[in-house]
């Protein structure tokens, strides 16, 4: 089945370690999103690719780097996460389909631990 | 910018119909998209609505007003497994892809 896949499902890291969060996708689609999501909080995109063309949003700290080696990967960096950076970290694909409506379809999270 | 309210929490019985609903405010309209999302897991997609009126998809239908900035998901013959989050996100701006932005979500709380 065509599908988002994100690994860790889990992630636990030491304050101010690096850590690196992973999506893949069979999807073939053009645009991949990271959302970060607090308990309780709507979705807050940090940054997406189309194609290979990186698109941060204006409050997305940088702190968080993103990289999309391929069509079918993308990384989230967080280069030294702090205790307000443990949040469920969604990843997300979409056709990118100019002049419609383009239905984002969501992997089953990666929940990040900071100790 | 867009901005999206919904009510925080809402309870109702199994077996019932219940309506949640959704304002927003927003510049380049392209779409307004329903989400379900259980406790711990990540949003799965119910419907979206470009154009006025109601889609009805089994249980569960959505409504929308553009010139309002209205929409509802109206779940019908509610069930308990129906218990978890509903996002209303709004699609905005123009070229190959368009920023959508995520109301903070209704709980659903179904009780028997």
């Known amino acids: 089945d065509a599908m988002v896949i994100q690994n860790p499902r889990y992630q636990v890291t030491q304050f101010g370690k690096p850590v690196t969060l992973s999506c893949s996708q069979t999807?073939?689609?053009?645009?991949m999103y990271w959302y970060q999501q607090k308990s309780s909080q709507a979705p807050k995109l940090l940054f997406h690719y189309y194609d290979k063309d990186f698109n941060n949003e204006a409050d997305t700290p940088d702190n968080f780097q993103s990289r999309r080696p391929n069509t079918s990967f993308c990384f989230l960096d967080i280069r030294s996460p702090g205790l307000g950076d443990a949040a469920m970290y969604l990843c997300a694909t979409s056709r990118g389909r100019s002049g419609t409506t383009d239905t984002q379809y969501f992997g089953p999270g990666t929940r990040l631990t900071v100790l | 910018g867009q901005n999206i309210d919904q009510p925080t929490e809402m309870t109702a019985t199994e077996g019932a119909i219940v309506q949640i609903n959704c304002t927003y405010q927003t510049s380049g309209f392209n779409g307004l998209f329903w989400y379900q999302q259980h406790a711990g897991e990540a949003p799965t997609f119910l419907s979206y609505?470009?154009?006025?009126g109601l889609e009805e998809k089994g249980r569960f239908s959505s409504f929308l007003s553009r010139s309002k900035g209205y929409s509802y998901l109206l779940l019908k013959e509610l069930q308990m497994k129906d218990s978890a989050s509903y996002l209303c996100?709004?699609?905005?701006?123009?070229?190959?892809?368009?920023?959508?932005?995520f109301g903070t979500g209704t709980k659903l709380q179904v009780i028997p």
């Open positions: 609505n470009v154009l006025d």
């Open positions: 996100a709004v699609s905005g701006g123009s070229g190959g892809y368009q920023k959508v932005t």
């Open positions: 999807l073939n689609h053009n645009v």
